[in-house]
């Protein structure tokens, strides 16, 4: 089966002041020769106060296999967590700054739970379990690294339960062109109230993301895919 890769970006900023919008997010999605899926991210929030490196991979199903997160906040690394999903439980991970032993912990799994990582690119493979064909609200759960908005903290997470509705297909355009997308409208509670997405081709990444509480939008701002044959180019 031959690889599929696509590498892009996006930008960020108030929804009413593109003026003031900045580099957010780079990535790598690749749909693998077995057909799972795996994004790699780095994302820099404004002024570097929190920057954050995800690598994270889901079967052809969708379903969460492994992750690797590494948080910076300000000028101090808080340290990394490694997860990997066995049977019903999720193995975690968690490698302090200062060297401390890792904390490993079991935390419940089950075919219903996605893993969530807060990078913007796969924020959409936390709603694979959402039925399209269903209307109304629906629930997903979720075992996040942080209950914070931004996840600027680093723990082994805790499971949200969160409502989300499909809204349908729709064709946008953000500056990375024109993309058929499933639209989704989650509803995030006081973590960060009402957020549409917006996810689009094989790898669902995210096209757009907008966050109504606080007024801001991600949009693609580049995006190029490239599919390598499984046939040798030459002898290795």
Same mark, same amino acid.
Request: proline share 5%.
């Given at each position: 089966?031959?690889?599929?890769?696509?590498?892009?970006?996006?930008?960020?900023?108030?929804?009413?002041?593109?003026?003031?919008?900045?580099?957010?997010?780079?990535?790598?999605?690749?749909?693998?020769?077995?057909?799972?899926?795996?994004?790699?991210?780095?994302?820099?929030?404004?002024?570097?106060?929190?920057?954050?490196?995800?690598?994270?991979?889901?079967?052809?199903?969708?379903?969460?296999?492994?992750?690797?997160?590494?948080?910076?906040?300000?000028?101090?690394?808080?340290?990394?967590?490694?997860?990997?999903?066995?049977?019903?439980?999720?193995?975690?991970?968690?490698?302090?700054?200062?060297?401390?032993?890792?904390?490993?912990?079991?935390?419940?799994?089950?075919?219903?739970?996605?893993?969530?990582?807060?990078?913007?690119?796969?924020?959409?493979?936390?709603?694979?379990?959402? +039925?399209?064909? =269903?209307?109304? $609200?629906? !629930?997903? /759960? #979720?075992?996040?690294?942080?209950?914070?908005?931004?996840? @600027?903290?680093?723990?082994?997470?805790?499971?949200?339960?969160?409502?989300?509705?499909?809204?349908?297909?729709?064709?946008?355009?953000?500056?990375?062109?024109?993309?058929?997308?499933?639209?989704?409208?989650?509803?995030?509670?006081?973590?960060?109230? +009402?957020?549409? =997405?917006?996810? $689009?081709? !094989?790898? /669902? #990444?995210?096209?757009?993301?907008?966050?109504?509480?606080? @007024?801001?939008?991600?949009?693609?701002?580049?995006?190029?895919?490239?599919?390598?044959?499984?046939?040798?180019?030459?002898?290795?």
């Amino acid at each position: 089966m031959p690889l599929t890769r696509t590498i892009g970006s996006y930008i960020m900023g108030p929804s009413n002041d593109r003026s003031k919008w900045v580099e957010w997010e780079q990535f790598i999605a690749t749909t693998n020769p077995d057909g799972s899926h795996t994004a790699q991210t780095m994302t820099r929030f404004p002024g570097t106060s929190l920057v954050r490196h995800v690598t994270q991979t889901v079967d052809a199903d969708f379903m969460p296999m492994d992750g690797y997160l590494r948080l910076f906040v300000g000028n101090e690394y808080q340290g990394a967590l490694v997860r990997r999903v066995v049977g019903d439980s999720v193995t975690s991970l968690l490698l302090a700054p200062d060297g401390r032993p890792i904390d490993e912990a079991a935390l419940p799994g089950g075919p219903d739970l996605v893993l969530g990582y807060h990078p913007t690119a796969v924020e959409g493979w936390k709603f694979t379990k959402c +039925d399209r064909s =269903v209307s109304g $609200t629906q !629930q997903v /759960r #979720i075992l996040t690294t942080s209950a914070t908005w931004n996840g @600027g903290q680093m723990t082994h997470g805790r499971e949200v339960t969160l409502d989300i509705e499909y809204l349908g297909e729709k064709e946008i355009e953000v500056p990375a062109g024109t993309f058929l997308c499933d639209h989704y409208l989650w509803h995030t509670g006081a973590i960060d109230a +009402d957020i549409e =997405v917006w996810t $689009t081709g !094989q790898d /669902r #990444i995210c096209a757009k993301v907008v966050g109504h509480a606080k @007024g801001v939008t991600y949009e693609l701002a580049t995006h190029d895919q490239r599919t390598f044959s499984d046939a040798p180019e030459f002898d290795f």
